[in-house]
T-cell receptor, first 113, second 116 residues
Framework: RKEVEQDPGPFNVPEGATVAFNCTYS??????FFWYRQDCRKEPKLLMS???SGNEDGRFTAQLNRASQYISLLIRDSKLSDSATYLC??????????????FGSGTRLQVQP | NAGVTQTPKFQVLKTGQSMTLQCAQD?????MSWYRQDPGMGLRLIHY???????DQGEVPNGYNVSRSTTEDFPLRLLSAAPSQTSVYFC???????????????FGNGTRLTVT
């Protein structure tokens, strides 16, 4: 079982739709959680952190469910510019460096006009 | 503000050749790291450094060497390239390893390496 698992997609949605991605992680001691966005042939960039109580940033909402060991990302009112791969990133909490951040393989979103 | 600068952007090597991927950051970050990204595998940590003079192995270190003589630079060396090292390589830096909500990883633009 992978340490961080994501549905690779692609998720094809029309503009204006609401779409949600889940990501499961295997280590119950994981301490911090993030969503990164990666455009085609570009570097990953931080989209948002995921806090225990859930958090919003404009059209994006992130949630954490520690009991079931998953995090989610909800995108409302999808825009064409949201088309990208969304990477789930988990800090396994082992130490400050080695394997501290584990990346999922990403979920691809394609928003269509 | 350059951020994280990687060179070269593209490279083709023959099996057995050696080369160095360069990475420099101007944000005074203590933590620097190298990842490789392969289809369906996500980003995997190769080596990392928590400060000048300190390096350690990540998840997939075999075939790669690193050094950290200055805070700004963190080169990745392939001593004898193999086809299995064909990948996209990203250098990343942060204040604290990217594990803090206030200190995300900043990535370079990536190096696309092909080994034939």
């Amino acid at each position: 079982r992978k340490e961080v698992e994501q549905d690779p997609g692609p998720f094809n949605v029309p503009e204006g739709a609401t779409v949600a991605f889940n990501c499961t992680y295997s280590n119950s001691a994981s301490q911090s959680f993030f969503w990164y966005r990666q455009d085609c042939r570009k570097e990953p960039k931080l989209l948002m952190s995921v806090y225990s109580s859930g958090n919003e940033d404009g059209r994006f909402t992130a949630q954490l469910n520690r009991a079931s060991q998953y995090i989610s990302l909800l995108i409302r009112d999808s825009k064409l510019s949201d088309s990208a791969t969304y990477l789930c990133v988990v800090n396994m909490g082992l130490d400050t460096g080695r394997r501290a951040l584990t990346f999922g393989s990403g979920t691809r979103l394609q928003v269509q006009p | 503000n350059a951020g994280v600068t990687q060179t070269p952007k593209f490279q083709v090597l023959k099996t057995g050749q050696s080369m160095t991927l360069q990475c420099a950051q101007d944000m005074n970050h203590e933590y620097m790291s190298w990842y490789r990204q392969d289809p369906g595998m996500g980003l995997r940590l190769i080596h990392y450094s928590v400060g000048a003079g300190i390096t350690d192995q990540g998840e997939v270190p075999n075939g790669y060497n690193v050094s950290r003589s200055t805070t700004e630079d963190f080169p990745l060396r392939l001593l004898s390239a193999a086809p299995s090292q064909t990948s996209v390589y990203f250098c990343a830096s942060s204040y604290s390893g990217g594990a803090s909500h206030n200190s995300p990883l900043h990535f370079g633009n990536g190096t696309r390496l092909t080994v034939t």
